[in-house]
């Protein structure tokens, strides 16, 4: 399905199988879950993964009916009753109509914190962190599982009216990584195959020496290398042809880049492919 392929270090390709879970091989040996491959990259778990790839939506139950937080989680969710500024009574959102982007400034300059959007917006919700107990601390719904009719009446019975959740399938990534974050292994588990790959790679099979294996691979500059064209073919890939657009830490390693020390030697070979 894709390829990241560098001026110079691993090839790291991604897949899909017949069930939607995403895979990765690193230079083309065995697979294993893509979450596994983002959790060594430094997502602790399958909450921070989400909050990466999925819009974030703070939801509020009230009284049967639903209100989103006035963020960049409420865009394009159906309006279920007129906003109004609170002062001058001009209209901000009109019933039935969906939430813009340049619309939530003037709902922070009027201080306005939710709005009510229509229960059929909440179909296809799925939990972005795990639910708990206020007062005993369980589970009552874990990370990525759906917000069902159920669980919702768990979390208003333990006094949970509030709650963060993702619309996977609105979102250009659907649903591949909650599909996929079941398959990660244990901590303990992983553990084990991180020291197998360490003992394969010659090395004592210890954590520290799997985790060193894998800095080397990816976190070490001389083995690692987009160059400055691969760098500008990656982001370009991801984040569009202009760089106003590019989130701030995209440009802050960019920026580092155009201004390194050029090489002896360039060249191109590092891109990013896609295919379906």
């Given at each position: 399905?894709?390829?990241?392929?560098?001026?110079?270090?691993?090839?790291?390709?991604?897949?899909?199988?017949?069930?939607?879970?995403?895979?990765?091989?690193?230079?083309?040996?065995?697979?294993?879950?893509?979450?596994?491959?983002?959790?060594?990259?430094?997502?602790?778990?399958?909450?921070?993964?989400?909050?990466?790839?999925?819009?974030?939506?703070?939801?509020?139950?009230?009284?049967?009916?639903?209100?989103?937080?006035?963020?960049?989680?409420?865009?394009?969710?159906?309006?279920?009753?007129?906003?109004?500024?609170?002062?001058?009574?001009?209209?901000?959102?009109?019933?039935?109509?969906?939430?813009?982007?340049?619309?939530?400034?003037?709902?922070?300059?009027?201080?306005?914190?939710?709005?009510?959007?229509?229960?059929?917006?909440?179909?296809?919700?799925?939990?972005?962190?795990?639910?708990?107990?206020?007062?005993?601390?369980?589970?009552?719904?874990?990370?990525?599982k759906p917000l069902t009719d159920e669980g919702l009446e768990r979390l208003l019975g333990a006094g949970v009216d509030t709650f963060d959740v993702c619309f996977p399938e609105k979102e250009d990534v659907g649903g591949v990584l909650l599909e996929t974050s079941p398959k990660t292994p244990s901590r303990r588990k992983t553990m084990r195959c991180s020291r197998s790959t360490a003992a394969a790679a010659g090395d004592p099979p210890t954590l520290d020496s799997s985790r060193n294996l894998f800095n080397g691979l990816f976190f070490d500059p001389t083995r690692y290398d987009f160059s400055k064209v691969g760098r500008l073919k990656f982001n370009t890939k991801l984040y569009g042809m202009f760089e106003k657009d590019w989130p701030a830490e995209v440009h802050d390693r960019w920026r580092r880049a155009r201004t390194a020390r050029p090489r002896a030697r360039t060249s191109s070979r590092s891109f990013v492919t896609c295919s379906s």
């Open positions: 399905m894709a390829k990241v392929i560098p001026y110079r270090g691993s090839w790291v390709e991604f897949e899909y199988d017949q069930k939607n879970i995403l895979y990765v091989r690193i230079d083309r040996k065995r697979k294993f879950p893509a979450t596994v491959f983002l959790r060594a990259l430094g997502f602790e778990d399958d909450a921070t993964i989400l909050r990466a790839f999925y819009t974030a939506a703070t939801v509020k139950a009230d009284g049967g009916k639903f209100l989103v937080k006035a963020d960049a989680g409420a865009v394009n969710k159906k309006v279920r009753q007129p906003v109004a500024h609170p002062r001058s009574g001009d209209e901000i959102l009109k019933k039935g109509r969906r939430v813009k982007a340049e619309q939530l400034e003037d709902l922070r300059k009027a201080k306005i914190e939710w709005i009510p959007i229509e229960t059929s917006e909440m179909d296809g919700a799925h939990t972005i962190r795990d639910l708990a107990d206020p007062a005993t601390g369980e589970v009552l719904v874990e990370v990525g």
